[in-house]
């Protein structure tokens, strides 16, 4: 079941995740994201007048995420994002909290802002930290993607955590999420949360999906947003963080939560 301003969604069918992968797996794609308010994110959705399947697995339609996104010590990683470097990237660890599983991902960004992410199954208890395995892995990826490998030692940055619910979309073949209670946290530092939105994506191929362009039709416009580098840049107003001003000023109302 899903809650309270989605509980809308629960009327949808539901997708099992080996449909999912089988229909949309999408480990290339281009990303649209929206900083939307929650309760408008919610009646929007509701408005949608395709056929939307919701992720459903042993009776559950919200699953917990928790990343932990690496970088250099002089950040070369974010300075990438930060000024639009073609050929940038990212890694991390991704667990899935509720199966306990957890993997190492990376992200490159290339040609046409197509996103590629491969990733390889990682141990749990080594998701803050890279074991000299995950390092050559990290290491292979970006020689064969971007023909370079980072120039100093990566570290744990930024922690996201955040419930996610993922639609798939049948008409495009395309997948949309929405990710609740979205928190960053530096490592030693306070976690923040954003607070009343939430941050809907879409993942398709070049052409827009349906849901974006009921989005567009309904006010609501992609935000230039990323958990990593926005994230960063919201907790540090040090760093560098000019695309992402509008956004942080605007759009991101961030609240400090107890450690």
């Known amino acids: 079941m899903t809650a309270g301003d989605f509980a809308g969604l629960d009327a949808r069918?539901?997708?099992?995740?080996?449909?999912?992968?089988?229909?949309?797996?999408?480990?290339?794609?281009?990303?649209?994201?929206?900083?939307?308010?929650?309760?408008?994110?919610?009646?929007?959705?509701d408005a949608f007048a395709a056929e939307v399947r919701v992720l459903?697995?042993?009776?559950?339609?919200?699953?917990?995420?928790?990343s932990v996104y690496f970088d250099t010590p002089d950040l070369d990683s974010y300075l990438l994002a930060a000024h639009g470097r073609r050929r940038r990237y990212k890694i991390r660890t991704r667990t899935y909290v509720d199966s306990g599983t957890s993997f190492l991902e990376v992200k490159t960004e290339g040609a046409r802002a197509a996103t590629v992410k491969e990733r390889i199954p990682y141990a749990l208890s080594d998701s803050h930290r890279?074991?000299?395995e995950g390092l050559d892995y990290v290491n292979e990826?970006?020689?064969?993607?971007?023909?370079?490998?980072?120039?100093?030692?990566l570290e744990p940055v930024i922690e996201t955590r955040y419930r996610r619910i993922t639609l798939y979309l049948p008409e495009s073949?395309?997948?949309?999420?929405?990710?609740?209670?979205?928190?960053?946290?530096?490592?030693?530092?306070?976690?923040?949360?954003?607070?009343?939105?939430?941050?809907l994506e879409t993942k398709s191929g070049s052409a827009a999906s349906a849901l974006d362009r009921h989005l567009w039709a309904s006010g609501i416009r992609p935000s230039r947003i990323s958990k990593f580098a926005t994230?960063?840049?919201?907790?540090?107003p040090a760093l560098p963080a000019n695309r992402w001003h509008r956004t942080i000023s605007t759009s991101l109302p961030l609240r400090p939560l107890s450690r």
Do not use: N
């Open 173 to 199: 073949e395309s997948r949309a999420t929405i990710d609740l209670g979205v928190t960053w946290r530096r490592p030693g530092g306070r976690p923040h949360e954003l607070d009343g939105a939430v941050i």
């Open 13 to 45: 069918p539901s997708i099992s995740l080996d449909e999912l992968i089988g229909a949309a797996a999408l480990q290339t794609r281009v990303d649209r994201k929206y900083v939307v308010g929650t309760r408008l994110a919610g009646s929007v959705l």
């Open 56 to 66: 459903e697995m042993l009776g559950r339609r919200s699953f917990t995420y928790d």
């Open 231 to 236: 994230g960063m840049a919201a907790l540090d």
């Open 130 to 132: 890279l074991t000299p």
């Open 141 to 153: 990826t970006l020689a064969c993607s971007i023909g370079s490998v980072p120039s100093g030692v």
